[in-house]
């Protein structure tokens, strides 16, 4: 049964105006794990409230990775009819693995029977954001959660101010922190806004958004002696490309000039066809899991339970298996009183987060120099990734995790 949505305003303190809202569940987040949860519980007749700190034009704005794994791209034709993902979007059959001054294709049909989507993160926000405002959802942005409060009791509530500075406090059956690395959610349930297993690497990615041609068809993942570049792709006229740099450099320290000559000297055998930056962006490499992803009615997904370095484009689609997992477990819970999902929900979901976790590590590690990689590091660099791409075995296993292994597994 769908609750009607209730609403009652106090004043509190002078002429704070504190607001009530009742919901059944409550979701901080519009990224694409919020807006994809409120999407299935509304299919499901679960009414929900999602909150976001920022505006629309910033969610829509924010540049993140472009690639869908199989399952998230079907997943967003299901929900979706007006989807772009086929249209603006474009499916890649493979990728390119560059080291030793030759190029190794990975076939991802051929060996898994599964491809990818090129759809960058920004333009699914807009459809999702478009869908669920057509839908009639109670999403508001410019309201910061600031705490979480009574997760052991049936009414957990969310605690939160307005653009105003009034006090916004939802009351819900279950409260889901979708609110990415810097979780207000998450001291409530793991116990400190920081608790959680913990990697730190020695390099980041200089990213770049420029105006010009594609460089290649597929992706080039390269790793070479000055170290790892990416050639990706935006459309036919953007492009987006990232090379690994210092974790402290400066995105505006760099000459356009210098950003083409460290690129190409990083991809020999492909000629780069350059054009103006008109962005750029350095991005910290961290791989986070929460030591608790739920604590009695609040529970943690995407980037607020979970962070992996870029490396293998695995944050959002492992945020949209959360949700898909949680969709389920929340509708067993709310509809018919069943708690076994919901209780196994945090095994479950970590299963495929640390095979995750694995992967985006090993792509990294396995493609990145560090400055203090002995002669011995480096040629078992070499070793490993012949490994992979001399074997079928070695493929299959890239390209399984790449396309994203099935939702239940
Ligand atoms: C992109 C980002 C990634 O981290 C990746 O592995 C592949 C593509 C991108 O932004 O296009």
Redesign the pocket.
Known sequence: MNDAPSEARFIVEGDTVSTLVRTQVAIVGAGPAGLILSHLLAEAGIESVVIDQRTRTEIESTI????LEQGTADLLRTIDPNTRVDTVGDRHDGIELHFGGEGHRIDFPGLVGRSVW?Y?QHEVLKDLLSLRLAAGQDLRFGVIATRVEGVETNKPRVVASTADGDELVIEADFVVGADGSRSVVRPAIAGASSGGYFREYPFAWFGILCEAPPSSDE?I?SSSPHGFA?I???STKIQ?M?FQCEPDADPSALTEEEIWSTLQARVPGTTLRTGPVVQRDVLRFRSFVARKLRHGRAVLVGDAAHTVP????KGMNLAVADVVLLGRALKALLQERDTRLIDAFAETALNRIWKAQHFSWWMTSMLHVTSDASEFDQRRQIGELKSVVESEAGRTFLAEAYTGWPIDA
């Open positions: 993140r990775a472009g690639i090129l960058p992706l993942y990416l990706s792709q935006r987006r990232y870029p490396t293998g484009a």
